[in-house]
């Protein structure tokens, strides 16, 4: 079947709660792209918003659990990639690639920027070693497919206020050949638990899911 409605999501930093959404995602047929820091990807790495503790998951069984989804860079050490010189680029990118696919058996193709901050020497770096695509952390608001892959706008955050008007919006829309949608969905797993809204995202999916019309994929997948 050719599809004229993608739904893809895409969640940072490889913290402890990916292991909650996972199953979610898993239960109602997602597809999620998580963005890891792999210099930075054991539990010794862990930081607390509102009296919640958020700990990065060490890199062992993550392949495991990660398993039919895409892990993209996030850069080595979650460095904004905005300034930094050729050198400083490669050490944060090169290496976080490398170690992607030598952890997880895949070298990346995409990425998500620390901080959403990318600027030219960043994205003309990336696109030389190998990543076709790089998330910011804008929100476009609409399902239009984008042009500049390196400078990708989400349709939003989980938290943004729009989300499940969008949802319907989206629904609703009757895609053509030439004008197919993407619905692109970004957050951060732990912030479900901060904001104890878990309940968010499941009836997000439940609204989404199961459609004979949607292909659900990676970012890879969508977007490539």
């Known amino acids: 079947m050719h599809y004229k409605k993608a739904v893809t999501f895409s969640y940072d930093d490889g913290v402890e709660q990916d292991r909650k959404l996972i199953e979610i995602f898993n239960y109602y047929k997602m597809k999620c792209t998580f963005n890891l820091n792999t210099g930075i990807q054991s539990e010794d790495s862990n930081f607390e918003i509102d009296g919640v503790q958020i700990h990065r998951m060490n890199q062992e069984g993550l392949g495991e659990l990660y398993k039919g989804h895409e892990i993209a860079v996030h850069g080595l050490t979650h460095a904004a990639p905005t300034g930094l010189s050729e050198k400083e680029l490669k050490k944060e990118f090169l290496m976080d690639a490398q170690n992607i696919e030598r952890l997880y058996g895949k070298y990346p193709v995409g990425m998500a920027y620390a901080y959403g901050s990318v600027d030219d020497a960043a994205a003309n770096y990336l696109a030389s070693i190998g990543i076709r695509y790089g998330r910011t952390v804008e929100a476009a608001h609409g399902f239009e497919l984008q042009k500049d892959l390196l400078h990708f706008k989400s349709t939003c955050h989980h938290e943004d206020e729009k989300l499940f008007e969008l949802a319907e919006e989206f629904l609703d829309i009757k895609a053509t050949e030439d004008s197919p949608k993407l619905f692109y969905i970004?957050?951060?797993?732990?912030?479900?638990?901060?904001?104890?809204?878990?309940?968010?995202?499941e009836k997000l999916c439940d609204m989404l899911c199961g459609k004979d019309d949607i292909f659900y994929g990676t970012n890879a997948e969508c977007l490539l």
């Open 186 to 201: 970004w957050g951060h797993s732990y912030e479900f638990e901060v904001n104890r809204n878990w309940e968010r995202i």
